[in-house]
């Protein structure tokens, strides 16, 4: 049976995953760094000192700043995000997941987010969904980052549940590999390409439906 579904934010619940893009692509190209979406798909669920470290490597500029440099465009990075943030409504929950927090709740499933964000917290505010949440694990409450199970099991943990009875539900590779893991049950949000190693797959998350996913978690 599932007992839980743990839910991943940006790129799940919000298109936030967008603005993270466009924030690293404006230091990137800030720096004369330049990539694209394809290169981003590495990016997604990785912290934000891991990301500033991919990107400046994949402009062979690794070696060029200090700690303390580096920290200061992680920090210029932030800045761009929390102001493509302020603009977020309750409007701004992708298709679907406003009716799939529902009709969990009414099922009496546990709700947990898992999410590598320092920002978090500021974005289910500004949602206006926080109250659907028994648990919510940021970046603030774990050690390792994605694709460590770490932010996923402690979420179990926290809802009192096993990781054979959870569900979690991401769009980054790095976070299907920590929901697998965790050993829990995989639903991927994106390109089967991209969703490769997810248990179950869709192409957007209009397409979340409890009954469809617990189809395809009995039947594995
Ligand atoms: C999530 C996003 C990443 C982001 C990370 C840290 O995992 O998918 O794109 O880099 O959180 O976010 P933060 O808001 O703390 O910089
Ligand atoms: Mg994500």
């Known amino acids: 049976k599932i007992s839980a579904f743990i839910f991943d934010l940006d790129g799940v ?63 210029k990075k932030n800045e761009h995000y929390k102001q493509l943030i302020e603009k977020i409504t309750p409007n701004d929950l992708l298709p679907g997941i406003a009716e799939l927090l529902e009709d969990l709740k009414k099922r009496g499933i546990k709700i947990g987010l898992a999410s590598a964000s320092k920002n978090a917290f500021a974005v289910i505010e500004r949602l206006q969904i926080g109250g659907y949440f028994d648990t919510i694990v940021d970046a603030a409450n774990i050690q390792h980052s994605k694709p460590h199970p770490e932010i996923f099991l402690t979420a179990a943990q926290q809802l009192g549940v096993p990781c054979v009875e959870c569900v979690g539900v991401e769009d980054a590779e790095a976070g299907i590999q ?24 869709v192409e957007s998350t209009a397409d979340l439906n409890y009954e469809s996913i617990l189809k395809a978690f009995q039947q594995k």
Do not use: C, P
């Open 178 to 201: 920590a929901i697998k893991a965790a050993n829990m049950f995989a639903v991927g949000v994106g390109t089967k390409e991209a969703m490769k190693d997810a248990d179950y797959i």
């Open 13 to 75: 619940i919000t298109d936030t995953a967008e603005y993270h893009y466009l924030a690293w692509k404006q230091l990137a190209e800030e720096l004369g760094i330049f990539f694209d979406r394809e290169f981003n798909e590495q990016l997604k669920g990785v912290s934000r000192m891991e990301s500033l470290e991919r990107i400046l490597a994949f402009g062979n500029q690794a070696e060029r700043y200090t700690k303390e440099e580096k920290e200061a465009l992680a920090a």
